[in-house]
């Protein structure tokens, strides 16, 4: 099973308008995928007392990872980095097993024009540390604003592709990393 990271907690994210193409790729491929996003992480997690004893609400999202066979993370870019909740929930999970040889892949995006490159190349070298593996194909949204209309879809056909075309290769990287086969297995 794939899971599909949505690395803001702002509500309403085009971050979340993004990975809900994403979800919609992985079922066409027909490939299992659990949608975890960091707009429901429970308020307790952000207490300094978790640091030492993680919440029972936040056992669901730690078990997510550790139960993936490939990670899809989107993440927009925020002041020229990775978002604050998407850190600390990295910081949050188990060490280290959450990310030990575990397939990660990347999107994208952000307001400006480098479309969440420095925070992708941010989060590759936090996973290259935790001994992930790092699928190099990365698609980055530049302009986002411009790219959604007003019901969050894709302008641009081309971009769904690329999304589908990274999608497709970061499914055959998992299968042949973890020696499993995804494709068809959906319940």
């Known amino acids: 099973m794939i899971t599909l990271l949505v690395g803001t907690n702002r509500p309403g994210s085009n971050t979340r308008k993004v990975a809900r ?9 027909k490939v299992p995928l659990r949608l975890l996003d960091l707009e ?42 990775v978002p604050g909740a998407l850190k600390y929930f990295i910081d949050m999970l188990k060490f280290p097993e959450s990310f030990e040889r575990r397939p990660v892949c990347f ?36 302009g986002i604003g411009n790219l959604l209309d007003e019901n969050g879809q894709l302008r641009n056909p081309e971009l769904f592709e690329r999304l589908h075309k990274q999608a497709d290769g970061f499914v055959d990287f998992v299968e042949r990393l973890q020696g499993i086969k995804l494709r068809g297995n959906r319940s």
Do not use: C, M
């Open 21 to 29: 193409h994403v979800e919609e790729i992985y079922a066409e491929l």
């Open 40 to 81: 429901h992480l429970p308020p307790e997690i952000f207490s300094p007392d978790s640091y030492a004893r993680k919440p029972k609400s936040f056992q669901p999202f730690a078990d997510a990872i550790l139960r993936a066979s490939g990670l899809h993370v989107v993440t927009p870019e925020y002041n020229g980095s």
């Open 107 to 142: 999107t994208g995006l952000s307001a400006g024009i480098w479309g969440a490159l420095r925070p992708v190349e941010q989060l590759q070298a936090i996973f290259g540390y935790r001994n992930a593996y790092v699928y190099p194909e990365r698609v980055f949204l530049p």
